[in-house]
């Protein structure tokens, strides 16, 4: 992605972001819908930690985010507090149909703030992200228990997916924009707003498959 420098601030600004929960549910799809919007149904796990790269432009500010994409195996590796060293953004993510990947958020919570603060390292921001929204016919996670986990540690949540791309780009973008101290305004956030294809199957004589599209609602809770 080619990254045009405004000539008032020309200085790219850096930030690392990491992301953690448990295996399988949508870590790596979502960093790799919103670094090259792709997606693959074919499932491979991360082993300790892929880092990938993103430079993004907000405002006058040319961004160059580093995403630490880490194993669902590391909650109890020695190397996690490696993993969350200097961390600007940690996102804590589960998969809406999956209870047990939200099961053991807390458990993540919990540890990463145990190793923040007994490391004495910088306070990250730290985020939820509610995969699979596409998927609410198949909820396995109640939204009172979601809410009440939310509420409970002041936590704020974004309900995405990367299989259609719904909100990743916005949430990640209104999460850097934060860094910065900045809001982004209705028309920025209508463009980071995924555009979701639908099928719709008509059952006629013959049946025919058409596509359209719909805008995407806002699925964020606070």
Not at 1 to 11: D, G, T
Not at 38 to 52: C, N
Not at 133 to 147: F, I, L, P, Y
Not at 195 to 219: D, G, L, M
């Amino acid at each position: 992605m080619k990254v045009l420098l405004n000539q008032h601030n020309s200085k790219e600004k850096q930030f690392k972001f990491v992301i953690v929960g448990e295996q399988a549910c949508g870590k790596s799809s979502i960093v790799l819908r919103y670094c090259h919007d792709e997606f693959s149904r074919q499932y491979y796990p991360t082993v300790g930690v892929d880092i990938f790269l993103k430079r993004t432009l907000l405002d006058i500010h040319s961004v160059r985010l580093i995403i630490w994409d880490v194993s669902g195996n590391s909650l109890s590796s020695s190397l996690l507090d490696k993993y969350l060293y200097e961390a600007d953004v940690v996102l804590l993510i589960f998969d809406i149909t999956n209870s047990n990947s939200f099961t053991t958020l807390a458990t993540w919570y919990y540890t990463i703030l145990n190793i923040i603060n007994n490391s004495k390292f910088r306070k990250p921001l730290i985020f939820v992200i509610a995969n699979k929204c596409d998927m609410e016919h198949q909820r396995a996670v109640s939204t009172e228990k979601q809410n009440k986990f939310l509420t409970e540690n002041h936590l704020v949540a974004y309900n995405v997916s990367s299989r259609t791309g719904e909100n990743v780009t916005m949430c990640l973008q209104k999460i850097i924009a934060k860094l910065l101290g900045l809001k982004l305004s209705k028309n920025e956030l209508e463009i980071y707003q995924k555009t979701v294809k639908a099928e719709v199957f008509i059952n006629q004589a013959h049946q025919v498959r058409t596509s359209y599209q719909v805008p995407s609602s806002i699925c964020q809770i606070q």
